[in-house]
């Protein structure tokens, strides 16, 4: 059993949850369309004359940035439950290979094995997305979690990448501190913060859920804003099968039971 099956074995199967989605081209298509929007807004912001660019809208341009690095990792993510594209595994790790690969250089097989020990052993010794600290303040947390997944590889790809861009491309350094470098970090932090402090922080009352997690319910705009409707955490860890544009779905239709 592959470790993408072995995540897929602990989704329930509701009865209210529409899975007719799964079966066509949707999956792929979004896949598709985040992917693509951050090929060109980057291309468009490396080419970009910094100088002659007002202020306001470069701090727009980093945002906009920012938001397609995260929904890189989330589709990279969904990649890892298989539900990108399920009716081709190879073509659906391809893409999660290229996505978490443009976001911070990352190995996609590195990380599934550590999305997989998340999901089965969350908020223990053996999550490694876990800070395990009486006084699980944000920084530390952040900076551990950082930690856990950073090696030199990471350092020796990003130099190699950085000469690459910069002397071979000729792309202006300061375009790539601000459109490459800044909307990585703030991806970090926004996928940090709605995906695993919020949703896995321990409370004084302790866990109520059998995965450790909550959820942080937002109008679906806001949650699909503030990080492609990861808040909706205990939703994913209970129904890992579903992608993330189905989660407010789930929630609903819970509700309604």
């Known amino acids: 059993m592959t470790q993408i099956d072995s995540l ?149 790809r990003f130099i190699l990448v950085y000469i690459f861009l910069r002397y071979v491309c000729n792309i202006p350094e300061t375009n790539l501190i601000l459109f490459w470098c800044i909307p990585s970090i703030f991806s970090s932090i926004q996928l940090f913060y709605f995906g695993t402090f919020l949703p896995h922080r321990r409370l004084a009352e302790g866990y109520t859920s059998l995965h450790c997690t909550r959820s942080t319910h937002l109008p679906v705009f806001w949650s699909f804003i503030t990080c492609y409707h990861f808040g909706y955490h205990q939703e994913h860890h209970e129904y890992p099968h579903i992608p993330w544009w189905q989660l407010p779905e789930v929630y609903q239709a819970e509700k309604q039971q």
């Not at 306001?56 to 980093?62: G, K, S, T, V």
């Not at 945002?63 to 589709?75: C, E, N, R, V």
């Not at 595994?89 to 893409?95: A, F, L, R």
């Not at 223990?124 to 997944?149: G, V």
Request: hydrophobic share 45%; aromatic share 20%.
């Open 8 to 156: 897929s074995s602990q989704s329930k199967q509701p009865d209210f949850v529409i899975s007719a989605a799964l079966k066509t081209f949707q999956g792929i298509l979004i896949a598709g369309l985040i992917l693509g929007l951050w090929v060109i807004s980057i291309t468009l912001f490396f080419l970009l004359n910094i100088y002659q660019t007002p202020i306001p809208l470069i701090a727009i341009a980093i945002l906009w940035q920012t938001f397609l690095y995260t929904g890189l990792f989330i589709t990279a993510h969904d990649a890892m439950h298989g539900v990108v594209f399920p009716q081709n595994p190879k073509i659906n790790n391809w893409i999660g290979r290229i996505c978490v690969f443009l976001y911070a250089l990352f190995s996609y097989q590195e990380l599934l094995t550590k999305h997989w020990s998340h999901h089965h052993y969350p908020a223990t010794k053996d999550d490694p997305d876990f800070y395990d600290h009486q006084q699980q303040n944000f920084f530390a947390w952040y900076f551990n979690f950082i930690k856990s997944y950073w090696n030199w590889r990471q350092h020796l």
